[in-house]
């Protein structure tokens, strides 16, 4: 069996078409404006992987993510020990190379 689906909905990119919920009631609501909200945690079961799937795919602003059957990570991202850090541009860099002049 393979891992269970898990999903997340950002809020800020949902204009509120309600496609997702219209293909997948169960785990999505509208508002009273039509924004959608995710019901649940965000895993799928097997049963309603098409369905879901299928709201991710109709999602004209792409605002539903799959996680790929991972619940999200708290840890932070290691940095990569052999990359330098990036340098801090200087104002009068930019400004020289943009012409900028006071």
């Given at each position: 069996m393979s891992d269970p689906m898990r999903i997340r909905l950002d809020r800020t990119m949902c204009d509120g078409f309600g496609i997702c919920a219209k293909h997948a009631p169960e785990y999505f609501s509208l508002d009273d404006?039509?924004?959608?909200?995710?019901?649940?945690?965000g895993t799928v079961r097997d049963s309603d992987r098409p369905a879901v799937?299928?709201?991710?795919?109709?999602?004209?602003?792409?605002a539903i993510i799959?996680?790929?059957?991972?619940?999200?990570?708290?840890?932070?991202?290691q940095a990569v020990p052999d990359e330098a850090p990036e340098p801090h541009p200087s104002t009068e860099d930019n400004e020289a190379i943009s012409e900028f002049v006071r």
């Open positions: 404006w039509g924004y959608a909200s995710l019901i649940g945690d799937v299928r709201a991710l795919l109709d999602c004209p602003v792409h799959d996680m790929g059957g991972q619940p999200p990570s708290r840890a932070r991202p």
